[in-house]
């Protein structure tokens, strides 16, 4: 038990995270619904706390830093992503931050495939298609999409979710083409016999690819590294997948994009203001949305809320935090 300690958790998470939390600190307090806390709940709640435990729908910026006041010592937040926290604010207030890769890898590949298939044969048109009764007979000529078999698959962001899709490509016989900020990957990361390509230039990738998925995280150079000229260089056949963060897509420009025909279809799971969709979104079929689930599996969501729990644990008993993301804080002071 870590004596008078406080966590503030945002909103409620599988177990066992809320356990491990209850075991360790004094108090564990905040909202233990499943809905999302509005802002002055947040800034009220978060008030002398030592651990902030929060969800990427939380925007954990200097105001609710300071709204916490001088005991802060962790933000710890439930996902790999932390574009939603100000991680230079926190630094400066001595505030770790803290995230959980790896867990989600493997889930949210699957689920980048998941997009990319449906995309590519037409899924979710067919079974809508069933379902409102317009299934009469078989046809030669009906819902005809593209093969996913043999075809180019392009991985923006070759870390750790880009190569696990990456990987799942070879039972399709794909021929993988990657960028990545600090060049290709050793040839100990590339399985044998993967044929994995690294190219210097977006460009490059957006020509020569059929299928392109999104696996940066967003930052001030990832902000709307595709729009409208990405897509043309897609071109009518191409299929774009984005399970990494909404605005490293130009919404607005992938809808004129759909319509028009110059790009062949989305697969999405993340949108640029969620969970509003840019207008004209959701009436255009070859669009397949989905609410945000990556890591929406029963295993990895227990796996993220403990991690979570234990990287707020850590820092407040100044052990070994297993995964900060500006640990230059736990070397000052
Ligand atoms: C993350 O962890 O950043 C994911 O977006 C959650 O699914």
Redesign the pocket.
């Known amino acids: 038990m870590i004596e008078e300690q406080v966590c503030f958790l945002t909103r409620l998470v599988p177990e066992p995270g809320p356990r491990l939390l209850k075991e360790a600190f004094a108090e564990v307090r905040g909202n233990f619904e499943e809905r999302n806390l509005d802002r002055t709940e947040l800034l009220a709640g978060v008030r002398e706390a030592d651990a902030l435990y929060c969800m990427?729908t939380d925007t954990i910026d200097a105001e609710v830093l300071d709204a916490a006041g001088p005991r802060l010592r962790v933000v710890s937040n439930?996902?790999?992503?932390y574009d939603n926290v100000d991680v230079s604010a926190a630094t400066a207030r001595g505030v770790l931050v803290t995230?959980?890769p790896g867990v989600?890898t493997e889930t949210?590949a699957d689920l980048a495939w998941a997009l990319l298939l449906a995309a590519a044969r037409r899924v979710v048109e067919g079974d809508r298609l069933v379902r409102d009764g317009g299934f009469h007979m078989w046809s030669p000529t009906m819902l005809l999409g593209g093969d996913v078999s043999g075809k180019t698959l392009g991985i923006v962001g070759m870390g750790r979710i880009g190569q696990a899709v990456a990987r799942r490509s070879t039972g399709f016989g794909m021929k993988v083409l990657y960028t990545r900020p600090s060049g290709p990957l050793d040839n100990g990361s590339v399985p044998a016999g993967a044929d994995w390509l690294h190219v210097d230039s977006l460009e490059e990738l957006l020509r020569n690819s059929d299928f392109v998925s999104l696996h940066v995280p967003l930052s001030e150079e990832t902000r709307h590294l595709l729009g409208r000229r990405e897509f043309e260089l897609m071109g009518p056949h191409g299929v774009l997948v984005n399970t990494s963060?909404g605005p490293v897509v130009d919404e607005a420009a992938l809808v004129e994009a759909l319509a028009a025909g110059t790009l062949g279809a989305a697969a999405l799971d993340?949108y640029e203001r969620e969970p509003e969709l840019a207008p004209g979104l959701s009436a255009l079929t070859n669009a397949v949305l989905l609410p945000?689930?990556?890591?929406?599996t029963r295993q990895t969501r227990a796996r993220?809320a403990e991690m979570a729990a234990r990287n707020a644990i850590a820092a407040v008993r100044g052990e070994s935090v297993p995964h900060p993301v500006n640990p230059e804080v736990l070397g000052a002071g």
Do not use: Q
């Open positions: 990427l439930m996902a790999v992503g995230n959980t989600l949210t963060r993340v945000h689930l990556g890591s929406a993220m």
